[in-house]
């Protein structure tokens, strides 16, 4: 579906998204905990937002203009859709084992956590670079926002809810910004400019190589 229908549905329902995170947590106790992310925008008759019908009807693959005002009920009739999905990584730098682990999650992740180590594998560019007092680094391994959803910044908006979150007890956050598939190197290249500017609208910064920010976020 494209069209500025789709759009103004997109823009409306941005003020819903909400992300469901979610931990296995394994014995023994991991350096590197994965952190599983869905993105969700919701609608109902009730509350909203108030957006066009048929263009939410084709979005969510139901007809919304069948769902009617919950007139008895506290809880409205509500629509709740995934639009994408993450992966996020909290990595205790402060562990002999963190590295390793990293390099097991997957080459992305591997490839961050030697740009965090430094060459001499001492974090010397990332202790003089960031606070490291809490020990942890959380990683944005992948964020993704299915096509139709897109072109409101949900990517964004998504990724800031959850280092809200999983930052409040880290002190830097750190993602590779390319994507993935890219064999032509022309095309890697401009892809890899394109995301620098797209994760610098939230505050990542080029660090050795990769892109990085300070944690906690403002306010949080």
């Not at 205790?92 to 992305?108: A, N, W």
Request: hydrophobic share 45%; aromatic share 6%; charged share 20%.
């Amino acid at each position: 579906m494209q069209g500025p229908s789709r759009l103004s549905v997109v823009t409306g329902l941005r003020p819903t998204l909400h992300v469901d995170l979610t931990a296995t947590l394994v014995q023994p106790t991991s350096a590197a905990q994965v952190y599983a992310a869905v993105v969700q925008v919701s609608w109902s008759p009730d509350d909203g937002p108030d957006v066009d019908p048929d263009a939410l009807s084709e979005l969510v693959g139901v007809d919304t203009n069948a769902y009617l005002p919950e007139l008895s009920s506290l809880l409205p009739d509500t629509v709740t859709v995934d639009v994408g999905h993450g992966e996020f990584v909290s990595a205790d730098v402060s562990s002999p084992d963190c590295l390793q682990e990293l390099e097991d999650i997957g080459p992305g992740v591997g490839l961050v956590g030697k740009a965090l180590y430094g060459e001499s594998l001492q974090q010397k560019e990332l202790r003089a670079s960031y606070d490291i007092s809490h020990g942890h680094v959380v990683i944005v391994a992948h964020m993704e926002i299915d096509p139709d959803w897109r072109g409101a910044s949900y990517g964004l908006l998504a990724t800031e809810l959850v280092l809200g979150e999983l930052g409040r007890a880290a002190d830097a956050a750190a993602l590779f910004p390319m994507k993935p598939g890219l064999d032509d190197f022309a095309e890697r290249d401009a892809s890899a400019r394109a995301l620098a500017d797209y994760w610098g609208r939230i505050g990542f910064a080029e660090f050795n190589g990769i892109m990085a920010m300070p944690l906690p976020l403002a306010g949080t």
